[in-house]
């Protein structure tokens, strides 16, 4: 949920609902003896939310003067080897030890993937999987006097069989990627069986490191090419710095840039599952404008589930009152008790109903920024609602695309302005790549230029 307000401008909110989140959030992060820690020197801050600008409020460490977010300074970062490659946006040697073979065709180029061969941790899975399920619904079908009680244990064998035939592909897979000047061909060959996907070139939306699943609650990534036609995915078996290599290769053969992404030469629009983000270039401007919906959504729901759970227990708790008949003391201890009871279900409904008005505002904020040589200009808007504000080129500081959080080992990213008295947050959910052109425009308009994604900066 609290995607959703770190995306939100918190001058649209009343300010005395910003002085009680103030008021719990500090309570909460002494409660818990949270730590605050500087992004860049890793020195440890005071814990503290401040009532005016909460999260976006950005103040100085006074170790080394660095200005971030408030949420890149709950926890220190600890990234592994697979997530530092999948970040980088710098050039990637060929590692020594690949077993990729790489070959220019004439027209374009080729990689083949060798299988990787040996044991993997899907194979020990689905083995102990297998035997385990057969030696306990063994029994159960032995049994079995109808053909639902006969057939339903089959189920879990038959997952162990789909575990066990991931184990082999990940050991006996050959993958080969091949670029031409028209066409994008993939192709793997696993136990005599070839799967072949051909792609046009001017089709392909990204190329990028994706996650395709966890292991010991860290994410594993691989190659990914998205075009509408759907998504290629391979190579997570590989060692991370031979997945970085090989994704920049590939997009080096596509014509994608290496790091920052170009900005638009007029307008263009990016529409991904959830919002939206708008672009314009014009002869002495740029304009970005940003809508987010899907955090929105999340906190409309989570706030209608406190509600409708609230009040069902609170009138059905009207049925539990005791009668006079019982004991005096009985009477009072069992109803004063159940008073209580029902200040918890109320105290549920009102944080229902304070998530309902957080989501409502949040679906329909929608954040303008525009910058000339002079000027940075943000507008936020929610329904009758506008906050604006304007800062002269030379205040403004980084301008970033930062990961905002790790959902299910993917990457959220968003775009963050640092200024002298907070951050700017922009774009939540939206494709780095669009985010990166989005960042690049205002740079180019205010004639600055900034890192567009620096591995040092975490937002959440």
């Keep these: 949920m609290g995607g959703s307000f770190f995306r939100m401008s918190v001058e649209l909110i009343p300010q005395w609902w910003r002085r009680v989140f103030a008021w719990f959030a500090n309570r909460q992060l002494r409660k818990f003896k949270t730590e605050f820690h500087c992004p860049a020197c890793q020195a440890t801050l005071p814990s503290r939310v401040g009532a005016d600008l909460l999260w976006e409020e950005a103040v100085p460490c006074p170790a080394c003067g660095d200005r971030a977010p408030l949420t890149s300074r ?8 697979e997530m530092k490659f ?11 030890s690949t077993r990729i073979v790489e070959e220019n065709t004439g027209s374009g180029r080729r990689w083949e993937v060798p299988a ?6 899907m194979l020990t899975f689905a083995l102990v999987w297998l035997v385990f399920t057969t030696v306990v619904f063994g029994g159960t079908f032995l049994k079995a006097n109808n053909w639902l009680s006969t057939l339903a244990p089959l189920v879990f064998p038959v997952l162990g069989l789909g575990f066990l035939y991931i184990g082999l592909r990940m050991s006996l897979a050959r993958h080969t990627l091949e670029v031409d000047p028209v066409h994008l061909v993939y192709t793997r060959r696993f136990l005599g069986m070839t799967k072949r996907r051909t792609v046009r070139r001017e089709s392909i939306e990204s190329v990028q490191l994706a996650c395709i699943y966890a292991q010991d609650g860290e994410p594993v990534y691989g190659l990914e090419v998205k075009s509408p036609a759907g998504r290629i995915r391979f190579g997570s078996t590989l060692a991370p710095q031979e997945k970085a290599w090989l994704c920049q290769q590939v997009r080096e053969a596509l014509g994608f840039a290496l790091g920052s992404e170009a900005p638009p030469s007029s307008k263009s629009l990016s529409n991904w599952r959830g919002g939206s983000l708008e672009m314009e270039r014009g002869p002495d401007h740029g304009l970005v404008r940003s809508h987010s919906r899907s955090a929105g959504t999340f906190v409309l729901a989570g706030g209608l589930f406190f509600v409708s759970v609230g009040l069902y227990l609170l009138l059905g708790a009207k049925l539990e009152w005791a009668p006079w008949d019982l004991d005096f003391f009985f009477y009072f201890l069992f109803n004063g008790l159940l008073v209580l009871k029902w200040f918890g279900m109320v105290a549920a409904i009102l944080v229902g109903f ?5 989501g409502w505002i949040s679906r329909r904020t929608i954040k303008m920024l525009q910058a000339d040589e002079r ?3 943000m507008i936020a808007t929610s329904g009758g609602r506008m906050v604006q504000h304007t800062w002269n080129v030379e205040d403004v500081g980084r301008m970033s695309v930062v990961i905002f959080m790790r959902m299910n080992g993917t990457q959220v990213y968003q775009a963050v302005v640092t200024l002298p008295d907070r951050v700017v947050t922009f774009g939540l959910g939206a494709p780095r790549a669009e985010l990166q052109r989005a960042v690049s425009l205002l740079s180019a308009a205010m004639g ?5 994604l620096p591995n040092d900066h975490r937002a959440g």
């Design 86 to 96: 999948a970040d980088t946006e710098e050039f990637v040697e060929r590692p020594d």
């Design 448 to 452: 600055q230029e900034h890192a567009a």
């Design 354 to 358: 304070w998530l309902l008005t957080f």
């Design 74 to 81: 709950f926890m220190r970062t600890e990234e592994t080897e």
């Design 375 to 377: 000027s940075l200009s």
């Design 116 to 121: 990787k061969g040996g044991w993997n941790f």
